[in-house]
Structure formats: C-alpha cells, structure tokens
C-alpha cells in the first residue's frame, strides 16, 4: 500500500528527500505521516499531514523538515535539509484514517558527520 524511497548516505548540513507513494484502498487515509527508529532507540513521529493541509513537526526537525503531499500522484514527501548525524534512522511513512493504518517498509537515512 505504502512504498517508500530517497535514503541514503549524506553528510552532515546536507538534504535528501524522501517519498512515499500510496497505492491501492487508500480513500480511508486522512492523515499521513512519516516517522524515524534511530539505532537504540522508539519509534518517533517526525512529521504528519493532514488532508485538509494541516502539518506538524517535532521539534527536532522544525525549520528543517518540510512535509508534503501530491494528491494526484497519490505521495507524501519529506524534504529534509540541514541534516545532522541524529537524522540517522530509519525512516517509515503511514497512513491512517477510519478503520486504516498502513505502514511503508522503510528507508534508511545515514548522516555521516
């Protein structure tokens, strides 16, 4: 349902951009969002949008990290610029809506200082 993309290996102040394209029984979803597991460490939120164009970020990455979404192509995005090495994770998108929660397989990030 969720395919997930854009890791990578960058250093430290640079950007990726990661997508996450939906397919499938998607009409449920309202609320996509992306999230992280760094090394040792939970599962945190990142960012999430919501289908009215609402957005929210941890504070960590405020100023950073722009989350998007292109409706016709049915994707979320996550710009990430200024990346520092606590970027390094695996990042995660999810969609969820009534009675629906589907998760991407995942992409790694790896941000060498």
């Known amino acids: 349902q969720l395919q997930a993309c854009g890791g990578g290996l960058v250093q430290a102040g640079g950007s990726l951009r990661l997508s996450c394209a939906a397919s499938?029984?998607?009409?449920?979803?309202?609320?996509m969002g992306w999230y992280r597991r760094a090394p040792g460490k939970q599962r945190e939120l990142v960012a999430h949008?919501?289908?009215?164009?609402?957005?929210n970020y941890a504070d960590s990455v405020k100023g950073r990290f722009t989350i998007s979404r292109d409706n016709a192509k049915n994707t979320l995005y996550l710009q990430m610029d200024s990346l520092t090495p606590e970027g390094t994770a695996v990042y995660y998108c999810?969609?969820?809506?009534?009675?629906?929660?589907?998760w991407g397989q995942g992409t790694q990030v790896t941000v060498s200082s």
């Open positions: 949008s919501l289908s009215g164009g609402t957005t």
């Open positions: 999810r969609g969820w809506g009534y009675r629906s929660d589907y």
């Open positions: 499938g029984s998607i009409s449920s979803i309202n609320v």
